[in-house]
């Protein structure tokens, strides 16, 4: 984990919360949520062992870094309250 996330706090949620995305439980769906220093944090579905051999020649993740994957009805969602700058 990078120095220094654990004094952010989640400041708000972007999209729809996962009820309004058909969730009956609420409890085990992908989110997003913009932090108090304006980064993202997103739950998703750990998949970096399956894509990190299909990431292009440019892209690389640091040791602490995972690859989640998340659906697109939840990023469409989401796309109303990412901010453009």
């Given at each position: 984990?990078?120095?220094?996330?654990?004094?952010?706090r989640?400041t708000?949620?972007?999209?729809?919360?996962?009820?309004?995305?058909?969730?009956?439980?609420?409890?085990?769906c992908?989110?997003?949520?913009?932090?108090?220093?304006?980064?993202?944090?997103?739950?998703?579905?750990?998949?970096?062992?399956?894509?990190?051999?299909?990431?292009?020649?440019?892209?690389?993740?640091?040791?602490?870094?995972?690859?989640?994957?998340?659906?697109?009805?939840?990023?469409?969602?989401?796309?109303?309250?990412?901010?453009?700058?």
């Amino acid at each position: 984990m990078r120095d220094g996330v654990s004094a952010f706090r989640i400041t708000r949620r972007l999209g729809d919360p996962p009820r309004l995305r058909g969730s009956g439980t609420a409890e085990t769906c992908p989110d997003l949520f913009e932090l108090s220093n304006g980064d993202f944090a997103i739950i998703g579905t750990e998949a970096t062992v399956e894509l990190e051999p299909c990431l292009p020649a440019d892209a690389a993740r640091a040791d602490y870094e995972r690859i989640v994957v998340i659906s697109r009805e939840t990023l469409i969602r989401a796309k109303k309250d990412i901010p453009d700058a």
